[in-house]
C-alpha cells in the first residue's frame, strides 16, 4: 500500500473517527483504524467499536493498492503535527507503515486488515432528508438522554420518519424533548428508530462538518443488516447497533394543553438562573420560581447559603404561583434556545405539581421540552 495526501485533509477525517475508537479496548483489534486503497485512486478510512462503524472514502493519489490495520489514536496525534506539505505514506517490507515528508518520518507498526471485525452493509435505499434538520433535531433532543446504562430502552433517542415529518424524541425519566420538522418523503417508505446517544454525538459532529462543507447537503437514513441503521452523507457512513426494547409512551407525556404561559428574555433568564444555581443543593440543584404578572423570582435555598434573584417577564396569570425544578435541566433547554437564536423562550404549566413545558415561542410544534417537577 502506498499513496500520497494533504495532511490536513487526514487530519479532518482522523478527528472524525477517532471519537468511534475505545480507549480502553478489551479486544486490541479495536483500537485500530483501517486503512485502505483502491484502483479507483480512493483512500477508505474505517474505525469501530462493534456498535458504531464509521467510514470514509477520500480521493487521493494511490501509487499502490493494500489494506492495513494501524494504531488510530497514535496516528491522529501524528496527523495533527505534520507539516503543510503533501505526506507519503507507503508499506514497507518490515510490515510499518512509513509516514514521509521533507524533513523527517515515522514509522508505525501495522496489523493484517484480516482481523478486522466485518463492515456492516445497508439491506436498501433508505430516505433522504436535510442534513440541517437532522442536525438540529439532534441538538433539540440529545441531551435529555439518559446517562444510566441499566434504562437500556431510553439509552438513545428515538426517531420517526414517515412521509411528511421527522420526529425526534429523548428522556432519561425525569425530563422528555421533542423535535418535529417537516420533510419530503417520497420513498413510501418509514422509520422508527432507536438511536444510542454515542451515535447521536458521532453523527452531530460528522453532520456539523458536512453543513460546512455544503448547507444544502442531504443525508440518507435507513435500516442496516443484523439490526444495525446506517446514515450516509458526503463522503462519509455511520452504521449503528440499534437499541432494542420498547421506548416510553412519550406522546402521553406531552401536555395536551396549559393554563398558564409566560414568555422570558432568554439571556436575562440564563443569566439570573446561572448565579441562583451556585448556592442550590449539588444533590439536585433545586431552584424555586414564583411568578406573577409582569414578575418572576428565582430562588434557591441551603443550609450553606442562599441567593434570589427578580426578572420581568410576560405573563398570562393571575395572582403568584410556584415551580421548583433541577436548574441544571433547564440550563440544558437553554443552550437549546441559545444555538436557535431566540431572544426569548416560553414556559407553560397547569400547576406546581404536574410537568411543566419549555418551548420555543414560535415553534412549539418543533421544539418542546417537558420537566417534571421537584417535590417539597
Known sequence: MEFIINPSLLKEELGLLTPVIERKASIPVLSKIKMETNVNGEL????????????????????????????????????????????????????????????????????????????????????RVPAVILREAIRRTAFAVTTEKSRFTISGAKLLIDESNLIMVATDGHRLS????????????????????????????????????????????????????????GNHSLFSRQISGVFPNWEMVLPKSLVYTAEISTEDFRRSLSRVTLTADDRNYSVTMEIEPGRLVLKSNTPEGEAQEEMLCAFDGQDVHSLRFNSRYVQDFLQVVSKAGSPTFSFGFSDGNSPFELFLPTERESCRYVLMPLRG
Open 178 to 233: 421533542f423535535a418535529r420538522f417537516p420533510i419530503v418523503n417520497s420513498t413510501g417508505q418509514k422509520l422508527d428508530l432507536l438511536v444510542p446517544k454515542k451515535s447521536l454525538s458521532q453523527l452531530e459532529d460528522l453532520l456539523d462538518r458536512e453543513i460546512r462543507r455544503d448547507a444544502e447537503s442531504t443525508i440518507e437514513i435507513g435500516d442496516g443488516a443484523g439490526n444495525q441503521l446506517y446514515f450516509a452523507v
Open 44 to 127: 477508505a478510512l474505517t474505525a469501530t467499536d462493534l456498535d458504531i462503524t464509521m467510514s470514509v472514502r477520500q480521493v487521493t493519489d494511490v501509487l499502490q493498492t493494500g489494506s492495513i490495520l494501524v494504531e488510530g489514536r497514535k496516528l491522529y496525534d501524528i496527523s495533527r503535527e505534520l507539516p503543510n506539505e503533501p505526506i507519503h505514506f507507503r508499506l514497507n517490507k518490515n510490515g510499518q507503515i512509513e509516514i514521509r515528508y521533507k524533513r523527517g518520518r515515522h514509522k508505525l507498526g501495522t496489523v493484517e486488515s484480516s482481523q478486522f471485525p466485518e463492515v456492516p452493509t445497508n439491506k436498501q435505499a433508505g430516505i
